[in-house]
């Protein structure tokens, strides 16, 4: 039976999230701040895209052929150390293995070394380089969630689905010592054409699937979470999707219509428009100019109000999860890697965590230019560092924003992690004036900031962060702050107000 304290969270944060929490004599009193939300502990994860582990045609790095989409890329070595080193400070966290290859990817066997994918397949995954996943999750502490291939190959001759693969996958990642955390069934099921789904794949056939897939799952793995339908693009006029993919669409509302009450989360993908790269696909793209502006940073209310709305009528109750977003689809725009788009980032967790939304997940880890580690030098992108800045910082206990002083400048609250009444801030000032916040007692401050917001390198109060040697992270240390604390324009800076002394805030949140 499914617990109606969610809906009653979600309720409070609907009412709380976007006014001031307090009278203006108090308002800048955190320690009055009341709880509206709590988010998972690894709130704050990552895609690492199926063709990642495999290789393959991914995403094609811009400079080249004007009209180039794709480029053949090899595997993902996961046993890098650099690699492992900076994922460990974005723990603990999700790890979903997944992406539209995925719907398409043949695990082999015990002793099978396949030259070419079999039929109704389109990659290979082989059990070295599964198990190569499953340590590194194991390595930079995250749990592991999938999807399963769906594609001709993985049907039975009269087109239903088998889980021969599934139970593959869940067996070999057993054997090597892991276990898979949640499971959805279909990248993307909306995007039927996009994901390698049979031809004229319907409602029908996708409840039908789903039943199957749901029964297995209880059985084989009853401590997996099921997560889905995990749907695209829906809460305007599709924005996210290449025009091509639109030939045959499953939409969300009909297959949670047809399968109600079955999933443990429900799931849904943003994008708030695709890259130059689909740019011949669809007539519109992302664009720079808009990077900063109110419109584009808030666009993700609009799909959760869109995907919230589906599961408050079909699953009552359930949480949601984003299960993959980025800067713009298709790998991203060039800005995408720059600190320009580090503002949409942190305002994105600020408002997902205000409505009450479990879990973020990045795309991607470290592959094309929307990742949070440069696949080539593996040097972390600025969201990178504001990730770590976040996990430092914000809590699991969501508190209501403080009033703003300027509409310049956006304020979110979380209990500080592990401060019996502290609470973190995370402080976006889109303006071209300093900011300040005043309150009671002392803080520590780290303000983000880079040469220009078009910078691929960022500074943290003054200092650039690094990897060092030895695997810890170096130039994050904090600067003191009284009375006041001062947020530069263009910055993000995040605040730890350990003696705030706010009840809501119980060690540990």
């Given at each position: 039976?499914?617990?109606?304290?969610?809906?009653?969270?979600?309720?409070?944060?609907?009412?709380?999230?976007?006014?001031?929490?307090?009278?203006?004599?108090?308002?800048?009193?955190?320690?009055?701040?009341?709880?509206?939300?709590?988010?998972?502990?690894?709130?704050?994860?990552?895609?690492?895209?199926?063709?990642?582990?495999?290789?393959?045609?991914?995403?094609?790095?811009?400079?080249?052929?004007?009209?180039?989409?794709?480029?053949?890329?090899?595997?993902?070595?996961?046993?890098?150390?650099?690699?492992?080193?900076?994922?460990?400070?974005?723990?603990?966290?999700?790890?979903?293995?997944?992406?539209?290859?995925?719907?398409?990817?043949?695990?082999?066997?015990?002793?099978?070394?396949?030259?070419?994918?079999?039929?109704?397949?389109?990659?290979?995954?082989?059990?070295?380089?599964?198990?190569?996943?499953?340590?590194?999750?194991?390595?930079?502490?995250?749990?592991?969630?999938?999807?399963?291939?769906?594609?001709?190959?993985?049907?039975?001759?009269?087109?239903?689905?088998?889980?021969?693969?599934?139970?593959?996958?869940?067996?070999?990642?057993?054997?090597?010592?892991?276990?898979?955390?949640?499971?959805?069934?279909?990248?993307?099921?909306?995007?039927?054409?996009?994901?390698?789904?049979?031809?004229?794949?319907?409602?029908?056939?996708?409840?039908?699937?789903?039943?199957?897939?749901?029964?297995?799952?209880?059985?084989?793995?009853?401590?997996?979470?099921?997560?889905?339908?995990?749907?695209?693009?829906?809460?305007?006029?599709?924005?996210?999707?290449?025009?091509?993919?639109?030939?045959?669409?499953?939409?969300?509302?009909?297959?949670?219509?047809?399968?109600?009450?079955?999933?443990?989360?429900?799931?849904?993908?943003?994008?708030?428009?695709?890259?130059?790269?689909?740019?011949?696909?669809?007539?519109?793209?992302?664009?720079?100019?808009?990077?900063?502006?109110?419109?584009?940073?808030?666009?993700?209310?609009?799909?959760?109000?869109?995907?919230?709305?589906?599961?408050?009528?079909?699953?009552?109750?359930?949480?949601?999860?984003?299960?993959?977003?980025?800067?713009?689809?298709?790998?991203?725009?060039?800005?995408?890697?720059?600190?320009?788009?580090?503002?949409?980032?942190?305002?994105?967790?600020?408002?997902?965590?205000?409505?009450?939304?479990?879990?973020?997940?990045?795309?991607?880890?470290?592959?094309?230019?929307?990742?949070?580690?440069?696949?080539?030098?593996?040097?972390?992108?600025?969201?990178?560092?504001?990730?770590?800045?976040?996990?430092?910082?914000?809590?699991?206990?969501?508190?209501?924003?403080?009033?703003s002083p300027s509409p310049q400048l956006r304020i979110y609250a979380h209990c500080l992690p592990n401060v019996n009444g502290g609470v973190g801030l995370a402080a976006i000032n889109l303006g071209d004036n300093t900011q300040r916040?005043?309150?009671?007692?002392?803080?520590?401050?780290?303000?983000?900031?880079?040469?220009?917001?078009?910078?691929?390198?960022?500074?943290?109060?003054?200092?650039?962060?690094?990897?060092?040697?030895?695997?810890?992270?170096?130039?994050?240390?904090p600067i003191s702050a009284s009375g006041k604390v001062s947020i530069p324009a263009k910055s993000i800076t995040f605040v730890a107000l350990r003696d705030a002394g706010n009840p809501a805030c119980r060690a540990g949140a």
């Amino acid at each position: 039976m499914k617990s109606t304290s969610r809906v009653a969270t979600l309720a409070s944060v609907a009412a709380l999230s976007l006014i001031g929490a307090t009278k203006p004599d108090t308002k800048y009193e955190f320690g009055r701040l009341p709880a509206i939300a709590e988010v998972d502990e690894r709130f704050q994860s990552y895609n690492v895209e199926m063709v990642e582990v495999t290789g393959g045609r991914f995403w094609a790095p811009y400079g080249g052929p004007g009209d180039e989409q794709y480029r053949q890329r090899p595997p993902e070595d996961l046993s890098d150390e650099r690699l492992r080193a900076l994922t460990k400070h974005l723990g603990p966290s999700y790890m979903r293995v997944s992406g539209t290859w995925a719907n398409s990817t043949y695990l082999e066997a015990e002793g099978e070394h396949l030259a070419a994918p079999p039929k109704g397949y389109n990659q290979i995954l082989t059990r070295d380089q599964w198990r190569g996943v499953v340590d590194f999750a194991r390595a930079v502490d995250a749990k592991i969630g999938v999807s399963y291939a769906v594609g001709e190959g993985s049907r039975q001759p009269d087109g239903t689905w088998k889980t021969e693969q599934a139970q593959r996958l869940l067996d070999l990642t057993r054997q090597a010592g892991g276990e898979l955390a949640f499971s959805e069934f279909i990248n993307e099921p909306n995007a039927a054409s996009l994901g390698n789904l049979p031809k004229d794949y319907s409602v029908a056939d996708y409840t039908r699937d789903f039943a199957i897939f749901r029964d297995w799952a209880k059985t084989a793995a009853p401590a997996m979470k099921i997560v889905g339908p995990g749907g695209v693009g829906e809460g305007a006029d599709l924005s996210a999707i290449p025009i091509a993919s639109l030939e045959r669409m499953l939409m969300t509302d009909k297959l949670m219509e047809a399968s109600p009450n079955t999933v443990d989360a429900v799931s849904y993908h943003f994008y708030g428009e695709v890259s130059e790269r689909c740019a011949k696909r669809r007539p519109t793209t992302a664009q720079r100019a808009d990077a900063l502006t109110p419109a584009w940073l808030d666009l993700t209310l609009r799909d959760w109000r869109y995907y919230s709305a589906l599961r408050d009528k079909y699953e009552p109750g359930d949480p949601m999860w984003v299960t993959e977003t980025a800067q713009a689809a298709c790998g991203g725009s060039p800005w995408a890697a720059h600190f320009v788009d580090s503002f949409r980032y942190v305002n994105q967790l600020g408002l997902l965590a205000q409505k009450g939304v479990d879990v973020v997940f990045h795309n991607t880890l470290t592959a094309s230019d929307y990742s949070l580690i440069e696949e080539e030098t593996r040097e972390p992108r600025p969201n990178y560092w504001a990730a770590v800045l976040w996990r430092r910082t914000m809590g699991t206990t969501v508190l209501a924003s403080p009033e703003s002083p300027s509409p310049q400048l956006r304020i979110y609250a979380h209990c500080l992690p592990n401060v019996n009444g502290g609470v973190g801030l995370a402080a976006i000032n889109l303006g071209d004036n300093t900011q300040r916040i005043p309150f009671k007692g002392k803080a520590q401050v780290w303000r983000l900031e880079a040469p220009s917001l078009d910078s691929k390198s960022v500074t943290v109060n003054g200092t650039a962060p690094a990897l060092a040697s030895d695997g810890s992270l170096t130039g994050l240390n904090p600067i003191s702050a009284s009375g006041k604390v001062s947020i530069p324009a263009k910055s993000i800076t995040f605040v730890a107000l350990r003696d705030a002394g706010n009840p809501a805030c119980r060690a540990g949140a």
